[in-house]
């Protein structure tokens, strides 16, 4: 079993940054940010394995960048160029294997609210 608790979440404009991050109770081979907007599915956002294979949405690329420390086990999701329709819960996602999708564990989500 593996506790994933997210942090960082919040309110900001239009043009702004933040700094998401997911504290993992145990090291995962994979880990994976997702995100939820009201009346719309979750939609993965970006994925990280291993030392450091990543992958993107091409709604984020060249925004957002997934990172992680293996020996704190966290993860990291810097958002910057903030866009009104980033608007929605974050959730960080892991699984000890590759090749799965990465969404065998999730956390509770964090919020992120970008006001134009």
């Known amino acids: 079993q593996v506790h994933l608790v997210e942090s960082g979440g919040g309110s900001v404009q239009a043009g702004g940054s933040l700094r998401l991050s997911c504290a993992a109770s145990v090291y995962t081979f994979c880990m994976a940010w997702f995100r939820q907007a009201p009346g719309k599915e979750r939609e993965g956002v970006a994925s990280i394995e291993g030392v450091g294979r990543t992958s993107y949405a091409e709604s984020v690329k060249g925004r957002f960048t997934i990172s992680r420390d293996n020996v704190k086990n966290t993860l990291y999701l810097q958002m910057n160029s903030l866009k009104p329709e980033d608007t929605a819960m974050y959730y960080c996602?892991?699984?000890?294997?590759?090749?799965?999708?990465?969404?065998?564990?999730w956390g509770q989500g964090t919020q992120v609210t970008v006001s134009s």
């Open positions: 996602a892991a699984d000890f294997y590759g090749g799965r999708g990465c969404r065998q564990y």
